[in-house]
Structures are given as structure tokens and as C-alpha cells.
């Protein structure tokens, strides 16, 4: 089975799903991903646009982390554009279970950016299409 998820600027991604019972300190993102070196400029993104933060006061989320590479395609973009780009890697409601009993093969996900509160409309939501 794979996972193809359409949005705008996703070319290598790599899914990093978290998942903690303990509300406090669920989980530290930036120590996470400083083990993958691939990520480093990803993680720094979090960390510069305050969404490690974010991501880490939640209990469970799935990160479409993008690799050095694909981070590239995002410079220029200003810090208010990156952080909604990154917020729309960021899926919230992403399992497996969901992805196994899917009568059509394809789903709609929520990311952190619809959770946020700025997404204009129809924006926030991933396409997910397994094939
Ligand atoms: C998360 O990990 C990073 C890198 O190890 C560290 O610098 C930071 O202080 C940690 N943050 C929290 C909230 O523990
Ligand atoms: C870092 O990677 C090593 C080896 O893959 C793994 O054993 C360790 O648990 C990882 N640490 C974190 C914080 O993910
Ligand atoms: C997966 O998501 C579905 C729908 O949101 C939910 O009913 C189910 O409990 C979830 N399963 C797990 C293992 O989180
Ligand atoms: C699946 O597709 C059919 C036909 O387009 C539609 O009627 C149905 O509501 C869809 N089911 C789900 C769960 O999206
Ligand atoms: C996602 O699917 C919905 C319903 O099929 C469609 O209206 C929407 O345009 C799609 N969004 C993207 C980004 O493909």
C-alpha cells in the first residue's frame, strides 16, 4: 500500500507519525528530527516559525516532513507563507486503520493548518489517494 498526498509543494516526504498518552511533554519534534540529518533544514523551519512549539503540544499528529531538497523550493516565500505551507504538512487526523477501510481509495484529511484558525476556505485539507 502507499500513501500519495496531493498538496502544493510536496515532492520527498517522509511520514513521521507521533503519538503520546502523556499530555505533558508529549514529545520534543525538533529532538526527533535532529537524528534524521535529511530533515535539518525542516526542523529549523519549525523551530524559526514557532510550529515545533505547536507540534509538540499536541498528543498525536502525522508530520509529511520534507527533505533538505524539497525545503529548497520554499525559499524566497515569506515567514508568513512557510509557516502555512509547513502547517499543511502537519495532519491531524491521519491513521491507519483509516487508510485500510477506505471504500474509494481516497480521503480527506485535516492538517493543523484548518485547525489553526487563517485557512481561507478549502484550504487545510489533504487529498489522500491510495493506489
Ligand atoms: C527539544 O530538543 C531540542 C534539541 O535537542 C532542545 O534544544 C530543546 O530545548 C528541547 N525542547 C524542549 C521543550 O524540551
Ligand atoms: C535516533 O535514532 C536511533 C537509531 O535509529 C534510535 O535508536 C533513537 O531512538 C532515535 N532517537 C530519537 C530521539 O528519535
Ligand atoms: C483512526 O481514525 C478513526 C476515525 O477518526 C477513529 O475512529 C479510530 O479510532 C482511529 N484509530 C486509531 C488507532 O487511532
Ligand atoms: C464513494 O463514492 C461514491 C460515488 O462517487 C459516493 O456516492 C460515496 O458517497 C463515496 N463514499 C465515501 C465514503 O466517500
Ligand atoms: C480534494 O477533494 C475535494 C473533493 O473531492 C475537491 O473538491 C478538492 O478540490 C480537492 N482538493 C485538492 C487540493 O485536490
Not at 32 to 53: H, K, P, V, Y
Not at 71 to 95: A, F, P, W
Amino acid at each position: 500500500m502507499s500513501l500519495r498526498a496531493r498538496a502544493s509543494c510536496i515532492l520527498f516526504v517522509a511520514l513521521v507519525s507521533l503519538f503520546s498518552s502523556n499530555f505533558s511533554n508529549a514529545f520534543n519534534i525538533t529532538k526527533i528530527l535532529s537524528n534524521t540529518s535529511d530533515f535539518g533544514s525542516f526542523n529549523n523551519l519549525l523551530t524559526q516559525t514557532g510550529l515545533a512549539e505547536t507540534i509538540n503540544s499536541r498528543s498525536s499528529l502525522t508530520i509529511l516532513a520534507l527533505d533538505n531538497g524539497a525545503v529548497g523550493s520554499l525559499q524566497g516565500k515569506s515567514k508568513d507563507e512557510v509557516q502555512r505551507i509547513l502547517m499543511n504538512h502537519v495532519i491531524l487526523d491521519y491513521n491507519q486503520s483509516i487508510l485500510k477501510n477506505l471504500p474509494n481509495k481516497t480521503t480527506t484529511m485535516t492538517t493543523l493548518l484548518q485547525a489553526s484558525g487563517v485557512a481561507q476556505q478549502g484550504q487545510g485539507f489533504l487529498n489522500v489517494t491510495i493506489y
